[in-house]
């Protein structure tokens, strides 16, 4: 894997809310410069689409062979110089699917508790099990924040009221509230904006043309990744085989500048992963609380 020097998606949002940037990230200080975050920020919101298709990419792969990654966040995504290009890091807390697969079967888990408390599943966090599922709601915390720029759990909650089913439902009914309007003040608006009101029409338009729109894009099938029950959250080759996703995924992997006969083959080798991914997905097990 090529040196990144762009950061991770946790310093982009950090530098975002105004915090501190290039914090630790996988292991090691991340190689970015606070020019090189400040000089791609306004366009962060547009990126996200992006971000999340090249992150489900990365997941259907692992999925395919049977790896379980367990610790996807914003920390772990790695971004190239420019901003756009994204990769998946820090592998260390990986783990193999239980049998011979084909894999990702729905309902195929494995004994294993939680990584960072943040992102990690409800299943994770109750039952001490994960599996492809977990991957996705993982993926599902991490956009959640970078769309709102707010983590999906506060940071001052009390992890261990989340062995509790109705925690769950209240905070996931409390939470999402900011994915149904992309009008919807980040954090930092909220506080500043109690003293007019924030219907007023230039803000809204404000937030309507800006490019936190397209951020907005990927708002529904974030909530379907953050369900409860994990039989129900989409696979990562269901998302990513819908042909406007597919189209868009080759355009990202053109960006990369690989040569003709690497694409092509790269293209037809991801085209049997995603059927053998959905096959694989067919035979749903329910995984249900107890």
């Keep these: 894997m090529p040196l990144l020097s762009g950061g991770t998606l946790k310093d982009w949002i950090e530098a975002i809310n105004g915090g501190e940037e290039g914090t630790e990230s996988v292991g090691v200080r991340s190689a970015v410069s606070s020019s090189s975050i400040s000089s791609h920020v306004d366009s962060r919101p547009s990126h996200a689409p992006d971000w ?19 610790d996807i966040k914003p920390g772990n995504l790695l971004l190239e110089a420019g901003g756009r290009l994204l990769q998946i890091g820090d592998f260390g807390s990986a783990l193999l699917m239980p049998g011979p697969g084909p894999h990702p079967k729905f309902g195929n888990d494995v004994g294993a508790g939680v990584c960072t408390p943040h992102y990690s599943a409800p299943e994770t966090t109750m039952m001490s099990r994960s599996s492809a599922s977990s991957d996705m709601w993982c993926v ?4 959640f924040e970078v769309v709102t720029l707010e983590s999906l759990i506060p940071m001052d ?24 309007d992309p009008c919807t003040p ?3 608006q909220r506080v500043h904006s109690k003293a007019s009101s924030v219907s007023d029409g230039s803000k809204n338009s404000d937030l309507r043309n800006s490019p936190r729109q397209k951020a907005f894009e990927i708002r529904d099938e974030l909530q379907d990744l953050l369900r409860l029950n994990a039989n129900d959250r989409p696979s990562a080759a269901s998302i ?4 406007s996703n597919f189209k868009r995924i080759a355009g990202i992997l053109a960006m990369r500048a690989l040569p003709a006969e690497t694409f092509e083959a790269h293209t037809m080798e991801f085209q049997r992963v995603l059927q053998e991914s959905k096959a694989a997905n067919r035979a749903r097990d329910n995984i249900q609380f107890l």
């Design 52 to 70: 999340y298709l090249q992150t489900l990419h990365g997941l259907t792969y692992l999925h395919w062979n049977g790896i379980l990654h367990r």
């Design 140 to 143: 599902g915390a991490t956009f």
């Design 157 to 180: 909650f009390d992890f261990q009221e989340l062995d509790d089913r109705e925690v769950w439902e209240r905070l996931l009914e409390d939470q999402l509230e900011f994915l149904q």
């Design 186 to 188: 980040y954090p930092m």
């Design 240 to 243: 990513v085989s819908r042909p």
